[in-house]
């Protein structure tokens, strides 16, 4: 059986959306109340943008691995199929003649399963890859929608906490995507996360041989401010380096923790000899503004390149020439910006 790719589990959550987005539609027509044919009429719009979201996410899959992204993808791609499954079952229902209790107990069911955790991480992952309107974005006030009227027109306590389950489950979805791939201290990617997500951009590179740097940036002396000033306040600079990277880059570009005093940027589609001027200009306003007013400098390690067929090589390649630029940069004094020279 072949390995199951993003495109596969991407193409499994667009299916899942377009059939909500059929029972949505025909909750609609059939509803005389105005404000629930509204309601019903507001959720089929909501699952056409997720829908439209996914198909635009299919053109940039072809070709991704999914093992980045899940520890076992085939195990989620068989989830989600059963997920439809058990959706495609609701196709028999006779949804024109459900009364609203009934209704409210189908489209629940349809957004327990549209909450798989599968779709959490590829919005992360989509969102950085795309540059496009994320649905997680929305979905929380989808979510808050759908248990407002499930409040209102559901019947029943039982449906009531029906709602409160689903709002639980997104949240905790969310938390557990974050929790693993970003770093609990600065809020930013961790290691893992730049990892899972850098992968697929240097495939799209490669793909439109797209040139791509990266940057590996290097707080000088921090253990001095640590032993000096104490952990919380090396912890607050930390912070505040993360905060100024995410300001200073624009939102398609990957900034992550590396580990440590550590940091790495890649810049999945840029000219070469643009980082230069960005770097430079971030090492200025960082020793001339520190965070926590703390005396601080950094050091950079720049390289750019298009990665070959071999895209984790070509990445791996690339990641240590800029380390290698960085090595240079503190061995030339610090408190500087390297361009690693082929």
């Known amino acids: 059986m072949p390995e199951t790719t993003i495109l596969d589990i991407v193409a499994l959550c667009r299916n899942a959306d377009q059939m909500a987005l059929?029972?949505?539609?025909?909750?609609?027509?059939?509803?005389?109340?105005k404000e629930l044919s509204k309601f019903w009429n507001r959720m089929c719009k909501e699952e056409s943008e997720h829908v439209l979201f996914w198909r635009r996410s299919e053109e940039i899959c072809v070709g991704l691995e999914a093992t980045d992204l899940f520890r076992d993808p085939d195990k989620v791609a068989e989830e989600l199929r059963g997920s439809?499954?058990?959706c495609?079952?609701?196709?028999?229902?006779?949804?024109?003649?459900?009364?609203?209790?009934?209704?409210?107990?189908?489209?629940?069911?349809?957004?327990?399963?549209?909450?798989?955790?599968?779709?959490?991480?590829?919005?992360?992952m989509l969102r950085q890859a795309?540059?496009?309107?994320?649905?997680?974005?929305?979905?929380?006030?989808?979510?808050?929608?759908?248990?407002?009227?499930?409040?209102?027109?559901?019947?029943?306590p039982q449906l009531e906490l029906l709602g409160e389950t689903l709002r639980r489950l997104w949240i905790d979805n969310k938390r557990l995507v974050v929790e693993s791939t970003h770093d609990h201290l600065t809020g930013i990617l961790n290691r893992r996360g730049f990892f899972a997500i850098s992968v697929q951009l240097a495939n799209l590179a490669q793909r439109t041989n797209s040139m791509m740097?990266?940057?590996?940036?290097?707080?000088?002396?921090?253990?001095?401010?640590?032993?000096?000033?104490?952990?919380?306040?090396g912890d607050n600079v930390l912070r505040g380096v993360a905060k100024r990277l995410s300001e200073t880059f624009r939102d398609s570009d990957l900034v992550a923790r590396y580990g440590g005093e550590e940091f790495i940027i890649m810049f999945a589609s840029i000219g070469e000899n643009a980082v230069e001027s960005l770097a430079e200009e971030l090492r200025r306003t960082i020793e001339e503004t520190p965070p926590e007013g703390i005396p601080l400098t950094i050091s950079a390690g720049i390289t750019y390149g298009v990665p070959g067929k071999d895209v984790r090589a070509g990445l791996q390649h690339l990641i240590q020439e800029a380390d290698e630029a960085l090595y240079r940069a503190k061995e030339a004094g610090r408190n500087r910006v390297v361009k690693h020279e082929r």
Do not use: W
């Open 22 to 33: 059929k029972v949505y539609a025909t909750l609609g027509r059939a509803c005389d109340d």
């Open 213 to 233: 740097a990266i940057m590996m940036i290097d707080l000088d002396h921090f253990k001095a401010i640590n032993d000096r000033f104490g952990h919380q306040a």
């Open 88 to 124: 495609d079952g609701m196709r028999g229902l006779n949804k024109e003649g459900l009364d609203v209790p009934d209704a409210f107990t189908l489209s629940y069911r349809l957004e327990f399963y549209l909450l798989h955790p599968a779709f959490a991480m590829l919005f992360e």
């Open 130 to 156: 795309t540059g496009q309107t994320c649905p997680a974005d929305t979905y929380e006030a989808h979510i808050d929608a759908f248990v407002e009227m499930l409040a209102k027109h559901g019947g029943t």
């Open 84 to 86: 439809l499954a058990k």
